[in-house]
């Protein structure tokens, strides 16, 4: 596709014995936010340090900004922005002084860093702590920082992995906020996550991984209008309880999946789906109705839940 900053055909990762990513291909349009969708070990990070050119493939073919991940890695590092899953913030300098340090890691002169980093430090809403030592900030915070960081250089390309994990509901939406706008202004997004509601938020598309390849690909709309109804009713049980009256709610909806303490019913018309549970004498401790997510997106291709 023209425009397409990134371009994977057969994109695989062995480590020793081990196939991390298993012959994928995809692409990413330039200014689109891109996300990949799975549990932990599905091959999200994996696939991620191959794209940002620290890590190898095995075997096919990634081009990255119209250059080969392999030959070119070094000119593609100097064009992408990079948020890894774990903070490698210098915690004993200032704020300011993070930004500016990284900055001379690329390259860049004192005069052209010094308004960059004031810019980035109004972005991500740390002007009042610039001369803080960065090992006073809340983890929000420090992630906000490590993203305005990985700005510094103008990228082309910014790759965020996890972004959000072990932060609180608040932080979350706020960090949320900061990349919406970054997409906002056309910067090209990455970013791998086990959250759905932030896959839905955050992305234009997604690549649902799973055993180290991808089983789905499209929009957040698309993925669930695709292989999910429009509602599903969770009847919740004692746990054990719900093995019982799985026989009796058979037939309900287009499909019934079991979890350890629920029974998922996915029907187009929820009340009427309940209606009939209720009907036929079973009686959960508590049901919900609910629009159908990209959680039973998941649960549908793979058999599992997302999160495990």
């Given at each position: 596709?023209?425009?397409?900053?990134?371009?994977?055909?057969?994109?695989?990762?062995?480590?020793?014995?081990?196939?991390?990513?298993?012959?994928?291909?995809?692409?990413?349009?330039?200014?689109?936010?891109?996300?990949?969708?799975?549990?932990?070990?599905?091959?999200?990070?994996?696939?991620?340090?191959?794209?940002?050119?620290?890590?190898?493939?095995?075997?096919?073919?990634?081009?990255?900004?119209?250059?080969?991940?392999?030959?070119?890695?070094?000119?593609?590092?100097?064009?992408?922005?990079?948020?890894?899953?774990?903070?490698?913030?210098?915690?004993?300098?200032?704020?300011?002084?993070?930004?500016?340090?990284?900055?001379?890691?690329?390259?860049?002169?004192?005069?052209?860093?010094?308004?960059?980093?004031?810019?980035?430090?109004?972005?991500?809403?740390?002007?009042?702590?610039?001369?803080?030592?960065?090992?006073?900030?809340?983890?929000?915070?420090?992630?906000?920082?490590?993203?305005?960081?990985?700005?510094?250089?103008?990228?082309d390309l910014v790759l965020l992995d996890?972004?959000?994990t072990g932060l609180d509901p608040q932080?979350?939406?706020?960090?949320?906020?900061?990349?919406?706008?970054?997409?906002?202004?056309?910067?090209?997004?990455?970013?791998?996550?086990?959250?759905?509601?932030?896959?839905?938020?955050?992305?234009?598309?997604?690549?649902?991984?799973?055993?180290?390849?991808?089983?789905?690909?499209?929009?957040?709309?698309?993925?669930?209008?695709?292989?999910?109804?429009?509602?599903?009713?969770?009847?919740?049980?004692?746990?054990?309880?719900?093995?019982?009256?799985?026989?009796?709610?058979?037939?309900?909806?287009?499909?019934?999946?079991?979890?350890?303490?629920?029974?998922?019913?996915?029907?187009?018309?929820?009340?009427?789906?309940?209606?009939?549970?209720?009907?036929?004498?079973?009686?959960?401790?508590?049901?919900?109705?609910?629009?159908?997510?990209?959680?039973?997106?998941?649960?549908?291709?793979?058999?599992?839940?997302?999160?495990?």
């Amino acid at each position: 596709m023209q425009g397409d900053l990134i371009t994977a055909r057969g994109l695989t990762k062995i480590y020793d014995t081990f196939t991390a990513v298993d012959g994928i291909d995809f692409q990413v349009a330039r200014g689109e936010a891109f996300g990949f969708l799975g549990p932990n070990g599905a091959g999200k990070s994996s696939t991620m340090r191959m794209i940002g050119c620290v890590s190898p493939p095995t075997r096919g073919e990634l081009s990255i900004l119209g250059m080969d991940a392999t030959r070119d890695a070094t000119r593609i590092k100097a064009r992408l922005g990079s948020v890894p899953q774990d903070d490698t913030l210098d915690r004993e300098l200032t704020v300011r002084e993070n930004l500016h340090i990284y900055g001379r890691y690329f390259g860049m002169r004192r005069a052209e860093i010094r308004p960059r980093a004031e810019q980035l430090l109004e972005f991500a809403r740390l002007t009042e702590k610039a001369d803080q030592r960065v090992d006073s900030l809340s983890g929000g915070m420090r992630r906000r920082l490590t993203i305005a960081r990985a700005l510094i250089n103008s990228p082309d390309l910014v790759l965020l992995d996890e972004p959000t994990t072990g932060l609180d509901p608040q932080a979350r939406h706020l960090l949320w906020e900061r990349l919406f706008q970054l997409k906002q202004d056309g910067v090209t997004l990455i970013l791998t996550t086990h959250y759905m509601d932030e896959a839905e938020q955050l992305c234009d598309r997604l690549a649902v991984m799973d055993g180290g390849r991808i089983v789905a690909e499209g929009s957040p709309r698309e993925l669930i209008d695709r292989y999910v109804t429009r509602e599903v009713v969770e009847l919740r049980f004692v746990p054990g309880e719900q093995r019982k009256a799985l026989e009796q709610v058979a037939g309900i909806g287009s499909r019934i999946d079991e979890l350890p303490d629920r029974l998922l019913c996915y029907a187009d018309d929820g009340e009427n789906a309940l209606a009939e549970v209720h009907r036929r004498g079973v009686t959960p401790v508590t049901t919900l109705i609910r629009r159908a997510s990209l959680e039973d997106v998941f649960l549908t291709l793979t058999g599992r839940s997302l999160i495990e």
